[in-house]
């Protein structure tokens, strides 16, 4: 979510050599509403049969196999009452949370912004600049579990008033589903920022329980301080924490891939990473897409297949995109090369998304969609032929800041400036 310093225009990539499998799943009956019969109809109908104790054998539903889509449509959701919104995400439940940079959380509940915000942090959040302020929201797995240790429990990523990046917890309120307890902040983690921009922000919890954070390169152009590759620092990294261990506080997963190597922080998870602003779990696959801002010339996309074991360099900035950083060749050896990459030509700073796995649009599956923050271009990935294929399936006027899943796998599109939610649809 940041302009690009210039335009080096060039052919954009269409296809990297990482494979990936085809996506199945079953289709899901729909129940579709029908007139009621008029009198002259039910004459013509043929009699039902009697009822019977014979058990009746559950009709077959052919499989759904995925494949690539070359359009889209988007359907407003909501078109006001909200400020620069900069996430979605749900509790498990019919409601979307929405964050306001700002700093706080607002909840949509059938197709209206309620008045009163879920949290709101403002005291505390600084967003001063334009990758600043409240910039990640991930409710534990067990928020909605009755009784668990971890109930009614989200973790929030947002930039403090002196431009450090906070990872904290909070409670919802006890008597109020749709309140949250601003005094029940406890911090986790804490990072400097040398300069106000690559804050990162993303939050997730894996399927593996864990929770994943996102932190950028600290900023500035070019990487001054390596951030980058350097593995004593969490910045320009993927961090992979243990929120559940130890009540208050985050443990390393003992299978983290830096646990034992020396002067490397056990945190990380991946590493090589500019800017990620934005990145998902493929709900049905497990797989890990992350979007990575480049700096003038290049944005991507990675992915890091569900049975890795971490440890991924992804190339900044050795690299940016699929292309050598500043320089006309470069050690490319142990770099994992983005699955899709495009030049300024097509925009100035990716926005990551996710795959669709949702019921309403069968069509979509298997397809994960990404967009441009500058230009409003939507594009949708898909592995085919020993690669990922991409094409772009809707222009927009919009200044889409992140895409949204909730609690089915339906997906959703920010507007930014003007607060507009839109539902990401089929044109079938």
Known sequence: MEPAASVEPSPPATASPLPAPIITRQATATVVATAVPTEALLATMEPTAPATDEPTAEPTLAPVIASPVSEIALEPIVTGGLQQITFLTHAFDDRLFVLEQAGRIRIVENGQVLT???LDITDRVGASASEQGLLGLAFHPDYATLGAANEGVFFVNYTDKNGTTRIVRYSVSND?????????????????QPYPN????????GPDGYLYAGLGDG?????PLRAGQDLSTLLGKILRLDVNA??????IPNDNPYVNVAEARPEIWAYGLRN???????RATGDFYIADVGQSTWEEINVQPAQSLGGENYGWNVMEGSHCFQADSCDQSGLVLPIFDYDHSQGCSVT?????????????????????????????LFPEDGGWSNTVVLDTDLIISSFGEDADGELYVLNYWSGGIFRLTSTN
């Open 116 to 118: 009163q915000p879920f």
């Open 176 to 192: 109020d589903p749709n309140v949250a307890d601003p005094a029940s902040e406890i911090v986790y983690l804490s990072q400097e």
């Open 198 to 205: 690559h804050n990162g922000g993303s939050l997730a919890f």
């Open 219 to 223: 900023g500035s152009a070019n990487d």
């Open 246 to 251: 130890t009540e208050g506080t985050f443990t």
């Open 276 to 282: 990620p602003w934005r990145f998902s779990f493929d």
């Open 352 to 380: 990551g998304g996710y795959v669709y796995q949702g019921q309403l649009y069968p069509t979509l599956t298997g397809n994960y969609f990404v967009s441009d923050y500058c230009t409003g271009t939507i594009w949708r």
